[in-house]
């Protein structure tokens, strides 16, 4: 079988990434981590976590990455994510910027980890890492300074991760993918900050009008085909626009 560990399953990218994977594929099983269910499928399991509770998740973790004995294919996706408040530093909650590297960081962090405790050993079994980072990871913008510095951190976390995974030899492949501009309530949050929180907003409201935004869909399919032909990635940190 296929294992699909997938956080953030419940809605926007996640959800249409498992629910593709499950469609397509009699062998695909998904395991998606998020706080709320919303996918009733028999190859489906639910773990429910907020990442937003650091002493949970770690309570709580081993429950999502069991012996999965008969895996042919096992892929971690970091999929949930959070913008958290849009504004500058310096006119923030203290709290905000916990709360964003909790989510975008820290568990994604955890998750690796003990994905690679797990299955790194694995013989006869193709094994691999898909972050999904962002394009805010290697450009600034304005009002998003912890999304940002959080995505730019998982896109170490995961250049570093590979560079020990080669020097084990494990096989592992390690990605941090930025997914494009899709259709979510991520989007609504950003369309929804004012000029002064977000100077560029503008934009994204025009990208909605405009129609510019991927479907949920349409940027799963992307990241399935990095899955299934990860020699498209132009490196560890790689965008949906290349392939
Ligand atoms: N949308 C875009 O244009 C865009 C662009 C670039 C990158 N991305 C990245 O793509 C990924 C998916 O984004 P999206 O647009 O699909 O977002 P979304 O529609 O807002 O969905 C976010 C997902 O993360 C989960 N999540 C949020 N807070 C959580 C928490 N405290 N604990 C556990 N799970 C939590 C949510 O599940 P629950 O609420 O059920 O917990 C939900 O399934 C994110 O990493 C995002 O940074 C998105």
Redesign the pocket.
């Known amino acids: 079988m296929n294992h699909y560990i997938i956080?953030?399953?419940?809605?926007?990218?996640?959800?249409a990434l498992a629910e593709a994977l499950l469609e397509e594929d009699e062998q695909n099983c998904v395991i998606g981590v998020?706080?709320?269910s919303t996918i009733t499928h028999e190859r489906y399991r639910h773990q429910p976590?907020?990442?937003?509770d650091i002493a949970g998740v770690e309570h709580n973790l081993h429950k999502v990455f069991g012996p999965l004995e008969d895996a042919q294919k096992l892929v971690l996706v970091n999929?949930?994510?959070?913008m958290g408040e849009i504004g500058y530093i310096g006119n923030s909650q203290n709290e905000h910027y916990e709360y964003v590297f909790d989510?975008n960081v820290i568990v994604p962090a955890m998750f690796m980890n003990l994905f690679l405790q797990s299955y790194q050993h694995r013989q006869n079994c193709q094994k691999m890492i898909v972050n999904?980072s962002?394009g805010a990871g290697q450009k600034p913008k304005d009002g998003w300074a912890a999304y940002c510095a959080s995505k730019a951190a998982l896109d170490m976390l995961s250049q570093t991760a590979q560079l020990e995974q080669e020097k084990l030899g494990t096989g592992v492949q390690v990605f941090s993918v930025?997914?494009g501009?899709?259709d979510?309530?991520?989007?609504e949050q950003i369309r929804e900050a004012s000029v002064e929180q977000f100077s560029s907003v503008q934009q994204f409201r025009d990208y909605k009008t405009q129609g510019a935004l991927a479907s949920?869909e349409e940027a799963a399919q992307k990241i399935i085909r990095l899955m299934k032909e990860p020699q498209i990635a132009r490196g560890v940190v790689c965008s949906v626009r290349d392939f």
């Open positions: 956080t953030g399953a419940s809605r926007g990218l996640g959800k998020s706080r709320h976590l907020d990442f937003s999929n949930a994510g959070v989510v999904i962002s930025a997914p501009i899709i979510t309530e991520m989007q949920p």
